[in-house]
């Protein structure tokens, strides 16, 4: 699942990409196409959007938002939200197509904006009004740019454990399961702490290694993911998916509670508490 960083390093790289770039031609690939893609201007994705210049992209939480001008539309947004598996990847025509490739965008510049979704759960939405799109105008504040005191004061309006008000996308946006660990292993919290239950220190050594983990994973993903805008690189990770490797800090075993799509990873020496839920 795409987080902060790494939608952080797409943006950068789709900035040099395709801002200023005209979409020439969009296609809707069934029979997940019109699943994924989400016109709520009603005027037909592929016709609002053809002749339309890309003028900006920008990221807010784990969103995507590209902003477009055509002749008859001035202010419309293609907002992408690529929840557990959606990608975009950028190709030139004729490369052979990703499996569940679902969106095409054909570029002026010869480029083509494609947008994958193994389990099309992701969403492209087409709008005029961002107030429309699901889950946009409830987010929080970017992590990297809150100040330690806004911090404070917005975390006391949440309850329960520490892992859940993170990833929620209110407190803060733009952290999911994955560097939700990475941030509590670095500031050395149970996941399954209580809000109410950290103290000052600790909320502040929250806040650092939420800074720290989420800078450094855009400065390494940066490294590693080069115009490849659909690969994940995480081997940098010290805890998420290292279940029964050693912990960085301590060489710990990683230890795993969950499954699946909720799988949390941490340390149990490093990240102490928390045996009983709630602790
Ligand atoms: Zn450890």
Redesign the pocket.
């Known amino acids: 699942m795409p987080e902060l960083p790494e939608l952080e390093v797409v943006k950068e790289v789709l900035q040099r990409r395709v801002v200023g770039t005209r979409v020439q031609a969009c296609e809707v690939l069934p029979p997940g196409g019109a699943l994924v893609a989400r016109d709520l201007t009603h005027r037909g994705l592929a016709e609002a959007v053809t002749g339309a210049e890309i003028q900006s992209v920008e990221r807010r939480g784990k969103f995507l938002l590209f902003s477009l001008q055509s002749p008859s539309d001035s202010s419309l947004f293609l907002v992408v939200n690529p929840k557990l598996t959606g990608r975009l990847q950028l190709a030139v025509p004729g490369q052979k197509r990703l499996a569940r490739t679902h969106v095409v965008f054909s570029l002026s510049s010869g480029a083509e904006l494609r947008y994958v979704d193994q389990t099309r759960m992701g969403q492209l939405y087409l709008t005029r009004d961002l107030a429309l799109v699901p889950d946009y105008t409830s987010l929080g504040p970017e992590p990297c740019s809150i100040s330690l005191d806004e911090f404070r004061v917005r975390l006391k309006g949440y309850y329960g454990e520490i892992k859940g008000i993170l990833t929620r996308g209110e407190l803060v946006a733009g952290i999911g399961n994955a560097y939700a660990d990475e941030i509590l292993w670095a500031a050395r919290i149970h996941p399954y702490r209580k809000r109410n239950r950290l103290t000052g220190d600790e909320i502040e050594h929250l806040y650092q290694a939420m800074q720290s983990t989420l800078q450094d994973a855009i400065a390494k993903v940066r490294a590693e993911m080069g115009e490849e805008i659909h690969r994940e690189p995480r081997d940098f990770l010290a805890v998420h998916m290292k279940s029964g490797q050693p ?1 960085p ?4 075993p990683i230890s795993l509670i969950g499954a699946n799509q909720r799988v949390t990873n941490f ?1 149990r ?2 990240q102490p508490g928390g045996l009983i839920r709630g602790m």
């Open positions: 912990c800090r301590c060489g710990t340390c020496t490093c």
